[in-house]
C-alpha cells in the first residue's frame, strides 16, 4: 500500500474538541475497586485477631496464674515435705535415744541381776557355812550340857559327904564361905593368915561353871603358876579339902 500523508495524519490526530463533548475522565472507563468490601473483611479480620489476641491473653493469665498456682502447691508440698522430714528427723532421734535408753537400762539390769546373783551365792554360802557352824555348836553345846549334867549329878552325889567335911575344914582352916555374886562361883575367905596380924584376911573365888575348876581372882596376889598347880590337883582328884589346905598355905607363905 502506497503511503498517504493525507490519510496518516487524519489517523494520528484527534478530533478538535467541541464544547459538548465529554472530558477524558468521564470518559475513562468505571473501575470497582471493592474498597468496601475490603475494608469489611479487615474489620472482620481485626475482630476475629482482637478475639484471637484476647482469647490468647486470658489463655496466657490462665496458664500464667495456673503456672503459680502450681508453683504455690509445689512449694506447699515441699514445705510440708520438708516438715514431715523434720518431724520424722525429730522422731528417729527420740526413737535413737530410747533405744539408747532401753540398752543402757538393758545393761544395768544385767548387772544388777548378775551382782543379785553374786549376793545371792555369797548368801547361800554363808547360810550353808552358818548352817555348818550352828551345827556344830548345837554340838558342842550338847556336849557342854552333857557334861554339866554329868558334873551336876556328881556334885549332887558328893553333896551329903562334903557338907560335915567343908564344916570341919571351916573350923580347921579358920575359913567362911561367901557368895561371889554367881551361882557357879564360891568366894573362900580365910583369917588368922598373917602371924602378925589374925584380923587379916585372904580370899580367893573359885569357878565351878566348867568341867575343869579354875580361880578367878584372889587376894593377896600370891604366885599364879602355884595356884595352877593346886587347881591341877583339885581338877584331877575333885578333893576340895586337900584345895583349901593348900590354899591357905599359899597364903600363909606369902606373909612369912
Given at each position: 500500500m502506497a503511503f498517504e500523508p493525507s490519510l496518516s495524519s487524519s489517523i494520528v490526530?484527534?478530533?478538535?474538541?467541541?464544547?459538548?463533548?465529554?472530558?477524558m475522565a468521564e470518559s475513562l472507563p468505571n473501575?470497582?475497586?471493592?474498597?468496601?468490601?475490603?475494608?469489611?473483611?479487615?474489620?472482620?479480620?481485626?475482630?476475629?485477631?482482637?478475639?484471637?489476641?484476647?482469647?490468647?491473653?486470658?489463655?496466657?493469665?490462665?496458664?500464667?496464674?495456673?503456672?503459680?498456682?502450681?508453683v504455690a502447691e509445689l512449694q506447699e508440698d515441699q514445705r510440708m515435705r520438708k516438715k514431715d522430714i523434720e518431724i520424722l528427723s525429730l522422731k528417729s532421734n527420740t526413737h535413737a535415744q530410747v533405744l539408747q535408753k532401753e540398752s543402757q537400762e538393758t545393761s544395768e539390769m544385767h548387772t544388777a541381776i548378775t551382782a543379785v546373783t553374786a549376793q545371792r551365792d555369797a548368801r547361800a554360802t554363808a547360810r550353808?557355812?552358818?548352817?555348818?557352824?550352828?551345827?556344830?555348836?548345837?554340838?558342842?553345846?550338847?556336849?557342854?550340857?552333857?557334861?554339866q549334867k554329868e558334873h551336876a549329878r556328881h556334885l549332887d552325889s558328893q553333896a551329903h559327904f562334903n557338907a560335915p567335911e567343908l564344916e570341919f575344914w571351916q573350923d580347921y582352916l579358920c575359913l567362911r564361905i561367901e557368895g561371889a555374886g554367881g551361882n557357879d562361883r564360891i568366894?573362900?575367905?580365910?583369917?588368922?593368915?598373917?602371924?602378925?596380924?589374925w584380923e587379916k584376911e585372904a580370899?580367893?573365888?573359885?569357878?565351878?561353871g566348867k568341867r575343869e575348876y579354875e580361880v578367878l581372882q584372889y587376894r593377896p596376889k600370891i604366885e599364879t603358876e602355884k595356884v595352877d598347880k593346886?587347881?591341877?590337883?583339885?581338877?584331877?582328884?575333885?578333893?576340895?579339902?586337900?584345895?583349901?589346905?593348900?590354899?591357905?598355905?599359899l597364903f600363909v607363905d606369902f606373909y612369912k
Open positions: 490526530r484527534p478530533p478538535l474538541a467541541s464544547a459538548d463533548a465529554p472530558s473501575i470497582n475497586f471493592g474498597f468496601e468490601d475490603l475494608r469489611d473483611r479487615m474489620n472482620k479480620f481485626t475482630i476475629r485477631f482482637d478475639e484471637f489476641i484476647e482469647k490468647g491473653r486470658k489463655r496466657v493469665l490462665e496458664e500464667r496464674n495456673q503456672f503459680r498456682m502450681n550353808d557355812r552358818l548352817r555348818g557352824q550352828i551345827s556344830e555348836t548345837q554340838k558342842l553345846i550338847t556336849q557342854r550340857l552333857n557334861a568366894k573362900f575367905v580365910f583369917s588368922h593368915v598373917d602371924g602378925r596380924n580370899w580367893f573365888e573359885l569357878g565351878m593346886a587347881v591341877d590337883r583339885l581338877s584331877d582328884s575333885r578333893d576340895l579339902g586337900v584345895f583349901l589346905k593348900d590354899m591357905r598355905e
